[in-house]
C-alpha cells in the first residue's frame, strides 16, 4: 500500500488528530447544550472514556448549571451518574425538574478515599457519568489512575478541583477553568486534545440565586443524609 494512502487512512480515523485540529470523537462526546462551548470541545462535546478535570475556586458561579443539560441527557437515557464527596447535597426537587431520574443518581461519601472510590466506579462499566470532589488530596499517580480506569469505558469522568491544580501537570486530556464574567460564567479551556484554545468563552448560565431552581440544599435522600452533613452551596 502506498505511504500517502496509509497515512491518509490514519489521518481519518476519529481517534487521531493533528496538531493544527481539534480530536474529532462523535460517538465518544456528549453535547454540553451550549453550542458555542461544542465548537471549542473536541469532538463537539464532553468526551466519554478519558478525564475532564473542571478547576473553580468558589460555588455559585453557575457551574453545576454548566454540565446540567449533559447530565440530564445521560440520565434521560437510563445512564447511572454518581457524586464522589460533593460539598453540598443536590436539591433533590431541582434536579428532577431539570431532567434528572433521581433512582439512578448516586452519592458517595468517600472520606479520603475519593481517588479510590472514582476508580472503582469507573472500572465498574455501571454508571455512564462519575462526577468527583477530590480536594487537595489526589496526586499525580492516583490520576493516571484515574485515567487508565476511564479509558475505553462510555463513561464521562469529571474532577473537580480548585484552579491552583492548573499549574501542575495532569494526564487529564480536558481541563476546563472557571471563573466568574460580568455576570455570566467564564470558561477557558487550558488543555484539549488539538490546537490549543485562544480566547476564553462567556457563557450566559443561570447563577444560583438568579433562577428560580437551586440545584443545591437539602438532602437528596435518606441514605445521603444519614453521614455527616454536607455544606450547601449558598
Same mark, same amino acid.
Given at each position: 500500500m502506498p505511504l500517502t494512502v496509509a497515512l491518509a487512512e490514519v489521518l481519518a480515523r476519529g481517534d487521531v488528530w493533528r496538531g493544527d485540529a481539534?480530536? *474529532?470523537?462523535? $460517538?465518544?462526546?456528549?453535547?454540553?447544550?451550549?453550542?458555542?462551548? $461544542?465548537?471549542?470541545?473536541?469532538?463537539?462535546?464532553?468526551?466519554? #472514556?478519558?478525564?475532564?478535570?473542571?478547576?473553580? $475556586?468558589r460555588g455559585g458561579l453557575g457551574e453545576m448549571n454548566l454540565l446540567l443539560p449533559a447530565? %440530564?441527557?445521560?440520565?434521560? +437515557?437510563? /445512564?447511572?451518574? %454518581?457524586?464522589?464527596?460533593?460539598?453540598?447535597?443536590?436539591? %433533590?426537587?431541582?434536579?428532577?425538574?431539570?431532567g434528572m431520574a433521581l433512582e439512578r443518581l448516586v452519592i458517595v461519601r468517600a472520606g479520603r478515599e475519593v481517588g479510590w472510590c472514582v476508580?472503582?466506579?469507573?472500572?465498574? #462499566? #455501571?454508571? +455512564?457519568?462519575v462526577l468527583a470532589w477530590p480536594g487537595e488530596g489526589i496526586d499525580a499517580r492516583a490520576l493516571r489512575r484515574l485515567q487508565m480506569a476511564a479509558e475505553g469505558q462510555r463513561v464521562f469522568a469529571c474532577l473537580w478541583?480548585?484552579?491552583a491544580a492548573a499549574q501542575a501537570p495532569s494526564p487529564a486530556p480536558l481541563r476546563v477553568l472557571l471563573d466568574a464574567g460580568d455576570g455570566r460564567l467564564a470558561v477557558r479551556i487550558i488543555k484539549r486534545r488539538g490546537?490549543? %484554545?485562544?480566547?476564553?468563552?462567556?457563557? *450566559?448560565?443561570?447563577?444560583? /440565586?438568579?433562577?428560580?431552581r437551586a440545584l443545591a440544599g437539602p438532602a437528596l435522600s435518606l441514605a445521603a443524609a444519614r453521614g455527616p452533613a454536607a455544606a450547601p452551596v449558598a
Open positions: 481539534l480530536a *474529532s470523537l462523535p $460517538d465518544s462526546a456528549i453535547p454540553s447544550g451550549h453550542a458555542e462551548l $461544542d465548537v471549542e470541545l473536541p469532538g463537539g462535546g464532553w468526551p466519554r #472514556g478519558n478525564l475532564t478535570e473542571i478547576l473553580v $475556586d447530565l %440530564a441527557a445521560i440520565s434521560g +437515557a437510563g /445512564g447511572w451518574l %454518581a457524586l464522589v464527596a460533593p460539598p453540598w447535597l443536590p436539591h %433533590a426537587p431541582a434536579w428532577a425538574a431539570a476508580e472503582q466506579l469507573l472500572a465498574s #462499566g #455501571g454508571f +455512564a457519568a478541583r480548585s484552579t490546537r490549543p %484554545a485562544t480566547r476564553p468563552l462567556v457563557l *450566559s448560565i443561570p447563577r444560583p /440565586g438568579r433562577s428560580s
